[in-house]
T-cell receptor, first 111, second 116 residues
Framework: DAKTTQPPSMDCAEGRAANLPCNHS???????VYWYRQIHSQGPQYIIH???NNETNEMASLIITEDRKSSTLILPHATLRDTAVYYC????????????FGTGTRLQVFP | GAVVSQHPSRVICKSGTSVKIECRSL??????MFWYRQFPKQSLMLMAT?????????EQGVEKDKFLINHASLTLSTLTVTSAHPEDSSFYIC????????????FGAGSRLTVL
């Protein structure tokens, strides 16, 4: 699986957009970008995933660069409950592939 | 939505005893479940892949005789930590794949094991 690089921590004011970057310069053509988050002492939560097109759902937007070497997860209006560790993971959609977590970005949303 | 339930959420046991953690898919069938372990301030580490009706597949460095995994039905996988020691104290989390295709996992809330 391709490795990802994320900043260890970020801050964001409540109500503002949180933009979390992820570099995945060695991503393969059949690998997706997945985002999960883990709120303290809970199990991870799926957020969004994409292959090459930008994606949006009720939780977030995912912007993938044209060369697919990086992406940004956008939380449009961060709330205090969005404080969590966010993990960017690249892998294929094959069921045999395992979800391997890196170190993620710790997002702190402040009032 | 798809829900994975873990039980117990917290367990304290004495060194040398065995502890069983259950992972259930509540509203869907899961032929494959995954077990992770997380130490404080660290990321999740995949321990093993649990396959319904067959033996689990363990990641390198994970002792299969110590962490017994049973996946006897399409909705239940269990992790038994045998002869637990204080260094086994950790946060254990299970997950299951939601449907086919996209390889998205839904996770349980986790089970915190403390071995005295």
């Amino acid at each position: 699986d391709a490795k990802t690089t994320q900043p260890p921590s970020m801050d964001c004011a409540e109500g503002r957009a949180a933009n979390l970057p992820c570099n995945h310069s060695t991503i393969s053509g059949n690998e997706y970008v997945y985002w999960y988050r883990q709120i303290h002492s809970q199990g991870p939560q799926y957020i969004i995933h994409g292959l090459k097109n930008n994606e949006t759902n009720e939780m977030a937007s995912l912007i993938i660069t044209e060369d697919r070497k990086s992406s940004t997860l956008i939380l449009p209006h961060a709330t205090l409950r969005d404080t969590a560790v966010y993990y960017c993971i690249v892998k294929t959609s094959y069921n045999t592939d395992k979800l391997i977590f890196g170190t993620g970005t710790r997002l702190q949303v402040f009032p | 939505g798809a829900v994975v339930s873990q039980h117990p959420s917290r367990v304290i046991c004495k060194s040398g005893t065995s502890v069983k953690i259950e992972c259930r898919s509540l509203d869907f069938q899961a032929t494959t479940m995954f077990w992770y372990r997380q130490f404080p301030k660290q990321s999740l580490m995949l321990m093993a892949t649990s396959n319904e009706g067959s033996k689990a597949t363990y990641e390198q460095g994970v002792e299969k005789d110590k962490f017994l995994i049973n996946h006897a039905s399409l909705t239940l996988s269990t992790l038994t930590v045998t002869s637990a020691h204080p260094e086994d104290s950790s946060f254990y989390i299970c997950s299951a794949r939601i449907g086919a295709g996209a390889n998205v996992l839904t996770f349980g809330a986790g089970s915190r094991l403390t071995v005295l």
